[in-house]
């Protein structure tokens, strides 16, 4: 009995495994697509307590999934298409495009409170972008009270980010055209070890603001050197005010938050109650001023 209980259990999954090959398999290439759309990516920063954050970007790559319906291939492995761009996916409908790009070093940290710059754009197949691909060069470092360290990788870990999209995430500017936006978090992002080392683990998170609220103000004065927390049960985002006082939280999901004003250098702490934030509006709080 269990041996006939044994191949039943090897013949169901034989099955699943067949069912999740098909779901990348190249039939799907009948039913490709056909034309171009435009597609760029915008990166942007979630702040940190450094002077300075720059990060080696040296290629973007995109996988267009080009069939009629992305949700067959729901269940591919993208890890493993993702670490392998030199070699075709499984399904002739998921397409490898490289974006195009300015390689080089960029200082992160200069694109917070709401600034960003456009990292890569290109045109590529009509489709539904699944999976980006962020390949990093070996000249990352980080600026700390005027001090210069290395960045480096963890020992065995990749020199890319895998960005996992299931559809719908980009902004539809028209027909043929899309955009997405990368918050690079500083803070997530870096890694101080005990013996003062910092590593690299990158965290992105992917939003546009159309589909995202925000809160902004201004701290003053600015000597307070504030940092601005934005919470609410489930979620949290912080701003650090620039050097005219000014601060900019996106990305928020709609709902009531509480803001948190750090001060330093003597001056006292606020706290802002019942703030309420819809998308796809910025709330206002003014101006915001510590006292010692």
């Given at each position: 009995m269990k041996s006939k209980q044994t191949l039943r259990g090897?013949?169901?999954?034989?099955?699943?495994?067949?069912?999740?090959?098909?779901?990348?398999?190249k039939n799907t290439s009948l039913e490709n697509a056909k034309g171009q759309q435009q597609f760029s990516v915008f990166l942007t920063d979630g702040p940190g307590l450094f002077d300075n954050v720059f990060i080696d970007i040296q290629a973007v790559k995109v996988v267009v999934d080009t069939s009629k319906d992305t949700r067959r291939h729901d269940r591919c492995d993208w890890d493993s298409i993702g670490k392998n761009d030199r070699r075709k996916?499984?399904?002739?409908?998921l397409v490898w495009q490289s974006l195009s790009i300015t390689p080089g070093v960029y200082d992160v940290l200069k694109l917070r409170n709401g600034l960003d710059t456009l990292l890569a754009t290109a045109s590529i197949p009509a489709?539904?972008?699944?999976?980006?691909?962020?390949?990093?060069?070996?000249?990352?470092?980080?600026v700390?009270?005027?001090?210069?360290?290395?960045?480096?990788?963890?020992?065995?870990?990749?020199?890319?980010?895998?960005?996992?999209?299931?559809?719908?995430e980009p902004e539809q500017l028209s027909a043929g055209s899309s955009r997405l936006w990368l918050d690079f978090d500083v803070g997530k992002s870096i890694?101080?070890?005990?013996n003062g080392q910092f590593y690299l683990k990158p965290f992105l998170n992917q939003f546009v603001p159309s589909k995202y609220a925000g809160v902004k103000g201004k701290v003053e004065p600015s000597d307070a050197k504030a940092i601005v927390s934005v919470y609410n049960s489930t979620d949290t985002a912080y701003a650090i005010p620039n050097r005219d006082g000014y601060?900019?939280?996106?990305?928020?999901?709609?709902?009531?938050?509480?803001?948190?004003?750090?001060?330093?250098?003597?001056y006292g702490d606020?706290?802002?109650?019942?703030?309420?934030?819809a998308r796809p509006a910025e709330t206002n709080l003014g101006t915001i001023t510590l006292k010692k």
């Open positions: 090897i013949a169901l999954m034989a099955f699943a495994f067949t069912l999740f090959l098909a779901a990348c398999n996916p499984d399904s002739a409908a489709g539904t972008v699944r999976l980006i691909k962020i390949e990093l060069g070996t000249n990352n470092s980080l700390k009270d005027s001090v210069t360290y290395p960045l480096n990788f963890f020992p065995g870990a990749p020199n890319f980010i895998l960005i996992k999209l299931r559809g719908g890694i101080r070890m005990v601060f900019k939280v996106r990305g928020l999901k709609d709902g009531t938050y509480t803001v948190f004003v750090n001060g330093s250098n003597g606020t706290t802002i109650t019942n703030v309420v934030v």
